[in-house]
């Protein structure tokens, strides 16, 4: 095994852990803040993947264009579905019973979505296949897939972009308080419930941009959505529940190791590595590789 093979084994790691970050940053926010657990969260990134693919087939627009449409159209989706579905469930004080609740709501959900997708785009497996799709960059003897760049700079920026505006700005600020202590941020004057709209609406459009670059960089279908929530749970577990900064990291770190063990063990042990890690995390380090003490985002 020659070195380039092995950096080209990281390069196609680095670039799936950075989709699986970007993928679970909006399922860490919902989880941070709200204590909500919306299993539908990898059924909202098929969605948007669809959009993204019938603008892409219907109207020619590029995906990387068709993002400042999907964005918009998933939070206002988001939107929605807080104030008909997930609003409910807010009004428990009790965070095991948000959990057990948005669980059974959130799953029903993704099985609704998924037979629409069915309906509307049949249970094909799709993708975009752009002029630049087979494009690479290559250093040495190192080739690195054009879309594999856009796809971790995009996931690095909107990661980022997240971090900035919780810590920056006057609503985010708001949304780390209510995650912190709701009753202590309400009795403050904090509208706590603007913060759960916002935060689950910003956490599904994430998921809708996340979805466009898997249907770019691999596939989409209506069942996906299960696969990408597991690797979400998988990932916020890691990094400790809610932590916004250790999320991408433990992506990138998922995704490398799992790329490693296609090599070293085959493909058909891909899929246990993450639960691997799960577990020798948990035990070592219950509450996640990156948490301090506390709650919160």
């Known amino acids: 095994m020659t070195s380039d093979f092995v950096v080209q084994i990281f390069v196609f790691g680095i670039i799936m852990g950075a989709l699986y970050g970007l993928a679970s940053v909006g399922f860490t926010l919902v989880f941070g803040v709200m204590r909500v657990l919306n299993i539908a969260h990898g059924a909202f990134m098929m969605i948007g993947g669809y959009l993204s693919f019938w603008a892409f087939t219907l109207y020619h627009v590029d995906p990387l264009v068709s993002l400042l449409l999907i964005a918009p159209s998933l939070f206002l989706i988001g939107l929605i579905f807080y104030i008909v579905q997930v609003f409910p469930v807010i009004k428990f004080t009790d965070d095991h019973d948000k959990i057990h609740t948005s669980l059974l709501i959130s799953f029903g959900l993704s099985v609704v979505l998924e037979n629409i997708a069915l309906l509307l785009w049949t249970g094909d497996i799709r ?19 054009f879309v594999g760049i856009v796809g971790v700079a995009l996931a690095v ?7 900035l505006f919780l810590i920056k700005t006057r609503l985010g600020k708001s949304m780390r308080a209510t995650a912190a202590d709701w009753k202590a941020a309400s009795l403050m004057g904090i509208n706590t419930n603007r913060a759960y709209l916002i935060s689950f609406a910003i956490g599904v459009a994430l998921a809708g941009i996340a979805g466009t670059l898997v249907c770019m ?3 989409i279908d209506p069942n996906m959505g299960l696969f990408w929530t597991l690797k979400g749970m998988i990932i916020i577990t890691v990094a400790g529940v809610g932590n916004i900064r250790g999320v991408l990291a433990c992506g990138l770190l998922l995704g490398i ?41």
């Open 257 to 297: 190791v799992e790329s490693l063990s296609v090599f070293i063990a085959g493909a058909s042990y891909r899929e246990v590595v993450g639960l691997i890690i799960l577990v020798v995390v948990l035990m070592v380090k219950p509450k996640g590789l990156f948490t301090s003490s506390g709650r919160g985002v």
């Open 157 to 163: 920026l909107f990661v980022f972009a997240l971090y």
């Open 217 to 219: 960089i691999h596939s």
């Open 127 to 145: 993708s975009i296949t752009t002029s630049y799709a087979g494009s690479v960059l290559q250093i040495f003897n190192i080739r690195i897939p």
